[in-house]
């Protein structure tokens, strides 16, 4: 569902959210997207398990959880950091992926970093028997596929088409069905350069960038100004941003307006890709840190 901004912008620049967090209830955005074909690869290959990777408070953790259970498969969450091991019930992201029957494997950040390595992957087949194996954020050529259906025939009127990006499979699928006179730019929410290597393996277009400067300071990262302006625009939009990805996209995409990055009567395309489940652990960090919340309900 698009969602036209009733905001008043400079230069007659409209601006417009397309709502992939009301896909589903708990799968929404780019994680429903990845998926779809993914899931159907494991049942067609017969596979019983799916083993992915994530953090504390992955989006895509708790989503192939639900998404298993709901399939009838068994699931496997590998995550980054073996402290976790015994801090599940103050987690909401891992206590609902528990909930739903993801098994769980802690592992040290140095081994996470071998997720990609053939011999752990192999010791992971010893551990646990044979899997589908879905990477960390979901993205592959199958999750690329699911990504270049976001954008529909209706969606040709936009100039610019805006999200946040992670591991970069969104993003790719999105240049990939995107029309020549469309511009996609891509907001990380990590810090680095490095995000336009991985986006040119999955295309092959030249009409997208990367923009660098609203990450916040890394992944997870979030300060009292983006904190305020999530709750500012819940509060004029009743639109829910999550504050890792969506929520810093936003700010980077009303920041440039202000700037005048956008050419008079832009017409300008947001993509929401979800991850709201994640405000409940940011607003438990926040609160240790005695910061403002999230004020937004979920």
Not at 45 to 58: I, M, P
Not at 196 to 224: A, C, L, M, P
Not at 233 to 257: A, C, H, R, S, W
Request: with cysteine.
């Amino acid at each position: 569902m698009n969602q036209e901004l009733q905001i008043q912008f400079p230069n007659s620049i409209s601006v417009t959210i397309k709502r992939e967090d009301l896909l589903h209830p708990v799968v929404s955005g780019n994680k429903f997207r990845k998926l779809k074909y993914n899931l159907l690869q494991a049942k067609a290959e017969n596979k019983k398990t799916l083993l992915t990777f994530g953090g504390a408070f992955s989006n895509h953790i708790a989503a192939v959880a639900f998404a298993a259970q709901e399939q009838g498969l068994q699931s496997i969450g590998i995550i980054r950091g073996d402290e976790l091991g015994d801090k599940i019930e103050s987690n909401p992201t891992l206590q609902f992926a528990q909930e739903c029957g993801m098994q769980f494997q802690f592992v040290s950040r140095d081994e996470y970093r071998l997720k990609k390595e053939a011999s752990f992957l192999e010791k992971l087949k010893q551990e646990f028997g044979e899997f589908y194996l879905v990477p960390e954020g979901g993205t592959n050529e199958l999750a690329i596929k699911g990504c270049q259906e976001i954008l529909i025939p209706e969606d040709s009127k936009f100039d610019y088409i805006c999200c946040a990006v992670g591991t970069g499979g969104t993003i790719s699928g999105i240049i990939n069905s995107a029309l020549p006179h469309q511009k996609v730019l891509g907001f990380p929410a990590l810090k680095g350069d490095f995000l336009k290597d991985e986006i040119r393996i999955f295309v092959q277009n030249e009409n997208w960038d990367v923009i660098t400067d609203y990450h916040f300071g890394g992944y997870g990262k979030v300060n009292e100004d983006l904190i305020r302006f999530i709750n500012q625009f819940y509060m004029e939009n009743q639109i829910p941003l999550d504050p890792v990805y969506t929520g810093k996209m936003v700010f980077g995409v009303m920041d440039l307006i202000q700037k005048n990055y956008f050419p008079a009567h832009s017409n300008i395309l947001l993509i929401h890709t979800g991850g709201l489940q994640g405000i409940f652990g940011m607003n438990a960090k926040l609160k240790k840190k005695q910061l403002s919340t999230i004020n937004i309900d979920v």
